[in-house]
């Protein structure tokens, strides 16, 4: 008998793509809040992190950008705050990108508002 691992989703393979992004630029503190089972949520999942500098910020959210096109054909529908770069906001409909400056961040602390989503926290690689 052969046990099987279950098999991603195209929606979980993005959040990988995602993922590897954010620490391509050395993005910290990542975490993945699973939405699927929320009632009330937007998405299927939200991706968070945080920079050291508006510089940094920017750097993070375009490595996203690159990654995601690179291994998943896949673009945002949406950004937001690509300007400032204090919270800037990746929307691929079913996966939401947060990279947030580190005192933005906790300011909104958006995984206390989400409480109830399983949470993944992913170890720095730096």
């Known amino acids: ?8 989703d195209s929606t979980e393979l993005l959040v990988e793509a995602v993922v590897l992004g ?3 630029r050395k993005g910290s503190n990542i975490s993945v809040l699973d939405l699927r089972n929320i009632e009330s949520s937007v ?3 939200f991706v968070l992190c945080n ?3 508006t510089t940094h910020v920017s750097a993070v959210a ?16 949406h950004i937001e705050g690509k300007q400032q770069a204090l919270w800037v906001l990746l929307d691929y409909v079913d996966v939401v990108v947060h990279v947030f400056h580190k005192s933005i ?3 909104y602390n958006l995984e206390e508002l989400w409480a109830d989503a399983p949470r993944k926290d992913i170890e720095n690689l730096f």
Request: with cysteine.
């Open 22 to 24: 954010l620490q391509e």
């Open 105 to 107: 961040r906790q300011e």
């Open 1 to 8: 008998m052969t046990i099987s691992k279950k098999k991603k």
């Open 51 to 53: 920079g050291e500098s």
């Open 43 to 45: 998405c299927q999942f």
């Open 62 to 77: 375009d490595s996203v950008e690159e990654m995601t096109i690179k291994t998943r054909n896949d673009k945002p529908f």
